[in-house]
């Protein structure tokens, strides 16, 4: 094979490659039976933003990054009695009241389904969810 052809053909493989290191495009919403939970996500390449919507309220995602079929979602919630306001995390018996806490959903992406490990901030992971794409 002669230089320009490898070149050209390397320049093809490391295209292919930045490319799928991105993930899948997940933009749009996301929904989650129980507890009743909606994600708006939007997605600019590997960089993802946009809402998490339940009945209680709203949180944005302060960080959000897609890495092939990994996702992972960071959010600032003010504690209240040492619980989240949202109740997707658990208790945190060592939180004063109005602190702030990171809750990071971290999950893998199976077609049109999500699984999140939940966890917050000194605490394990507090719950499992599964979220699917609406269409």
Do not use: H
Not at 23 to 28: C, Q, S, Y
Not at 71 to 76: D, G, H
Not at 91 to 116: C, R
């Amino acid at each position: 094979m002669n230089i320009v052809k490898r070149v050209l053909l390397m320049l093809a493989v490391a295209t292919l490659a930045s490319l799928s290191a991105f993930g899948a495009d997940i933009a749009g919403a996301w929904k989650c039976p129980k507890p009743s939970q909606t994600l708006n996500i939007k997605q600019d390449g590997a960089k993802l933003t946009g809402t998490l919507q339940n009945t209680i309220g709203n949180l944005r995602i302060a960080e959000g990054k897609i890495d092939g079929d990994k996702i992972t979602l960071l959010f600032m919630v003010v504690l209240s009695n040492g619980v989240d306001p949202l109740g997707v995390a658990g208790y945190d018996s060592l939180a004063e009241e109005g602190q702030v806490t990171e809750i990071t959903y971290k999950g893998t992406i199976t077609g049109d389904e999500i699984k999140f490990k939940i966890t917050q901030e000194r605490l394990e992971t507090v719950r499992e969810l599964t979220f699917k794409k609406t269409t």
